[in-house]
């Protein structure tokens, strides 16, 4: 059975492109296009890993995180958080609030994928 992922990001062209990808790669995937509905689909769907943009409408990366991590029956899922806010204090809180990684934008999609196969204990 592949793998799940849920992408939550606002941003179209990045949704499109994150999507392709990870189908490439053999990943079931989701999208959701705002903080609220990524943890509804989070909550729905239980995917493996979430990619997941902190500025958001209707709630932010940063709620959505901690939110999942307060959510027992979605102990297990991973999360990515893949933001341009890449100051220390922004990641430092992103991995307080949960975050198994922080990637900020641009990233390298190499990059991404590996991160993600590790995160899912695929090898690598």
Same mark, same amino acid.
């Given at each position: 059975?592949?793998?799940r992922?849920?992408?939550v990001?606002d941003?179209?062209?990045?949704?499109?492109?994150?999507?392709?990808l990870?189908?490439?790669?053999?990943?079931e995937?989701?999208v959701?296009?705002?903080?609220?509905?990524?943890?509804?689909? %989070?909550?729905?769907?239980?995917?493996d !890993?979430?990619?997941?943009? !902190?500025?958001?409408p209707?709630?932010?990366?940063?709620? !959505?995180?901690? %939110?999942?991590?307060?959510? %027992?029956a979605?102990?297990?899922v991973r999360i990515v958080m893949?933001? %341009?806010?890449?100051?220390?204090?922004?990641?430092?809180?992103?991995?307080?609030l949960g975050?198994d990684?922080?990637l900020?934008?641009?990233?390298?999609t190499?990059?991404l994928?590996?991160?993600?196969?590790?995160?899912?204990?695929?090898?690598?």
């Amino acid at each position: 059975m592949s793998k799940r992922v849920l992408i939550v990001d606002d941003e179209p062209n990045i949704l499109i492109s994150l999507e392709f990808l990870m189908k490439r790669e053999g990943y079931e995937v989701q999208v959701a296009r705002d903080g609220e509905e990524g943890l509804a689909l %989070a909550t729905a769907w239980r995917p493996d !890993v979430v990619l997941l943009d !902190v500025m958001m409408p209707r709630k932010n990366g940063f709620d !959505v995180c901690q %939110a999942i991590r307060a959510d %027992a029956a979605l102990a297990g899922v991973r999360i990515v958080m893949l933001t %341009a806010k890449g100051r220390d204090t922004d990641v430092a809180k992103g991995l307080a609030l949960g975050a198994d990684a922080y990637l900020t934008k641009p990233f390298s999609t190499q990059d991404l994928v590996r991160r993600v196969r590790e995160l899912v204990g695929e090898a690598v």
